[in-house]
Every structure is written in structure tokens, then in C-alpha cells.
């Protein structure tokens, strides 16, 4: 249904034509199963969209609202209210909409929890992008939601390496590559045999990408030999793991994950919360288990195929007093 008044405020907002009411977009939430942080320097990393989302409702409304419903970490929504206004005027700036001239109410929810690591910000991104092309009736194509969804992504994150709003966009399990000269990103979609169990613990602390991220540009540049043998060793175990896991080779995954994780702790983004997580899961018998995202806080991931060995590494970080999900990549 398109009211005069509804198509009035558009023309001021934007130059499109068509639209609808009540929309709703909906974004992936993800894991890094390989490469965060290398990812930035244009190493491949592979990332897996997860069983939960976020989703966006956009109403009329009297003014301009942002109503966050999602679950979250308890610290998360407050830590990243500043990044999380801006990234929605980047995103309505990249729909060109002038965000100060719509009056809309965008309610966040979901079952994706809002937490450092499981992909919150690009998920909210993804899901308020597609709301938005629905009830503008802006028609826009998979690609540019990406683009867009890109663009609020660097309300939290600066400068990101895209990888979160292309698995929140496309689903699925993802190999991607960053294009350093800022051109398209490469990226492919992965099959597995089959989908797999993981458990993510959440540390319940809540990190700062931005502040990682230039945290380890920093200490690349006091130390560039030691990166460069660090992103050399990356490069070996990811591309392994590309292989492990188009043939189902899990203990193999499970085991190049743990290397990845002792390479995380090389450049200082672990965090003992971080590791004392990972050391649980790898007592309970998961088959192997990194940080994933951000890290100094936020998520880990184990690899757990099977319900039974991941109810029982779910349950260990629950007797640890941490929250734990259960989940599937490779859907
Ligand atoms: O914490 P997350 O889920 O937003 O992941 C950040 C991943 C980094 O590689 C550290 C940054 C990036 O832009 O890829």
C-alpha cells in the first residue's frame, strides 16, 4: 500500500518510486573458521554463516527510531550505541537517503545474540539494508545489499575487510579474499559433505574491532619480520584447511584450527578468557578450537561434530559459569 504521505516523505528522502510498509530484512550472523585479522592484509580466510540471525522491521512512524529487541551480551549494546548510530547513517547515506528526513521506526531482533565475534554489527547491517530496499522499493541486487552493508559496516569497524557482510549477505560456508587495491573482493562459495556442529562460548567481554585491528597494524610495523613469518604459516594452514573441509576431513580442520589459534595468540588478539574457553573445549574433546572474530573477549568456536560431543562441550563452558551456543556451519 503507498499513501500520498508515505510517497511525499520519499521524494524528500530519496528518488526512487515504488515502495512498501512493514518490511522486514533479515542477516546471517557468522564464524570465522580461519583468518580473522589476516584477513585485513588480503590472506583467504573462511567464514561460515550460522543458524541464527538478526532481523530489521521498518514502520512508519512519527520520527525517525531505532528499537534494538536483539539478545545480547549484557555490555554489548552500550558499548557500541556511537558505531551502531553512525553505521546506520552510513547505511541509509549509501541507499541515498538522508536518514534526518525519514520518519521511520527500524526494530532490531532475532535470535542472532549481539556479541563481539558472531558477526552482530555486519548482521544488522545486512538486515536493515534489505529492509530498507524493500520498503523503498529500491531494487537492489544481492551485490549492491552487499555494498551497502559494507558501507555500515565501517561505522564499527573503520576500515573492515568486508568478509562479515558477505557471509551475513550470501550465507553459506565462504572463501574469500580482500582486494588490498580496493577493488572487488574475491569470493567462493565452499561445499562440505556435510554440515557440521560447533559450540561458540561467549567470554562475555565485549572488544573493540577497530581498536584490535589498529592494534595490530601497530605491532606489524615495530616487528615486520615476525609477521611475515606468522602470515607465511597462516597462509599454509588455510589453505590446508580449504581442502580439509571440501573433503570432510574434520580431525583435520579440528587441528589446523588449534594452529590457528596458536598463531592468534602470536600476534597478541587472544585474550585469557579467550584461551582458558579454547583449553575447556579441547579437554571435553572437541576437535579443535580457536577465538573467532575480533578476539580479547568475544567468542570462541569448537569444532564439535556429533550432538552428543556438543552437548558435552556446551555444557563443560556452562559449568564454567559461560555462555555457550550450539550451532551448524556449512548449511
Ligand atoms: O569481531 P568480528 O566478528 O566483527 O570480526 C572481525 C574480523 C577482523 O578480521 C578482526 C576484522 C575484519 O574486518 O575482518
Known sequence: ??????????????????????????????????????????????????????????????????????????????????????????????????????????????????????????????????ALNDHFGLGYSEDKINDIAYEGEKGYHGKPSGLDNTVSVFGGLIWFIKNLEGGCNTFEKLNMPKPVEIVLGNTGITSSTKEVVSDVKKKMDEKPDRFSDIFAQYERVVNKARIALIAGDLNDVGRLMDINHGLLQDILVSGRENDFLVEVAKDNGALGAKLTGTGRGGLVQALTPGVKLQDKVAKAIEAEGYTAYKTTIGV
Open 1 to 130: 500500500m503507498i499513501t500520498s504521505t508515505v510517497i511525499s516523505r520519499l521524494q524528500m528522502a530519496c528518488d526512487v518510486v515504488e515502495i512498501g510498509v512493514n518490511m522486514t530484512g533479515k542477516g546471517y550472523g557468522k564464524t570465522i573458521l580461519f583468518g580473522e585479522h589476516f584477513v585485513v592484509y588480503g590472506l583467504p580466510a573462511i567464514a561460515g554463516a550460522i543458524g541464527s540471525m538478526t532481523t530489521a522491521d521498518v514502520e512508519e512512524s512519527n520520527e525517525y527510531q531505532l528499537v534494538d529487541e536483539r539478545p545480547a551480551t549484557p555490555s554489548y549494546k552500550k558499548e557500541k550505541y556511537d558505531e551502531q548510530v553512525e553505521s546506520n547513517k552510513l547505511i541509509f547515506d549509501a541507499c541515498g537517503i538522508k536518514i534526518d528526513k525519514v520518519s521511520l521506526k527500524i526494530t532490531l531482533g532475532g535470535d542472532l545474540v549481539a556479541a563481539s565475534g558472531v558477526g552482530a554489527s555486519a548482521a544488522s547491517a545486512t538486515a536493515i539494508a534489505r
